[in-house]
């Protein structure tokens, strides 16, 4: 007997009715998967100083992408110190503050940033210099009491007038005086020493400056009586430069008027 080769046809289990052929199709082709873009580098620009000052200055910059920020400074390219670092990935756009830097001096810096892809970046190198110190701002002179004197002469003591301290000079000084029109400066010698035994009469006087550019004026004799007498009627008197010995046996100052 020959044999009969068979095609037996494949029952699906599931299926009810004649059976059928079972077809497989191919698995699908899986496409290779690329690796993830890197990140783009970080860029810093638009670096500057500004506000700068005796002990400060302010740093900003823009950075590509949010990012920290800090600044590195010094007054060499070794720079030694560092700004506060803003540690976040926030901003783009940073504003920095320098302080307690020296006066009159240049300083180097740069910026560092980093992004949070961790890609970090930093400037080139900068500059500035802070402004000089100021001079000590002097004591004004104190005010005086009243409007200053208005001046439209200038006199001195005659030489004539001893300005030894041998003899006494009240009488000289006091005609000398009252020949000096309002609105004067008399002035006498520095190194003069005037001896008087009476008082200089300023009575009824106006807008004089007795300017004695250091010279002395003292009583020659023990005396409660004012160096300067005004009885009443004169304004804008000045005193200065003077130095005024009295003749009290009393301390503390002798005010008549």
Known sequence: MGIVALAIP???????????????TPAATQTPTSAAPASAPLVISAVGASGIAQTGATITWTVSAPATGQVEYGTTLGYGAFSKLENSYIYTTHIQQLSGLDPSTLYHYRTHSTDAAGNSAV???????????????PTPAPARPFAAPTITNTVSVPS??????????????NAFIRTVPDGSIINFPSTGVYRIGAPLYVSSRNNLVFNGNGATIRYGTTSDQPLWYDTGGGSHLTFENIVLIGGSTSPGVYVNG
């Open 160 to 173: 004539t007038i001893d300005a030894t301290g041998g003899t006494d000079v009240a009488a000289a000084l």
């Open 123 to 137: 400037s080139a190198d900068y500059t500035f210099t802070t402004l000089s110190a100021s001079a000590p701002t």
């Open 10 to 24: 494949f029952m699906a289990t599931s299926a009810s009715g004649p059976g059928h052929w079972l077809t497989r």
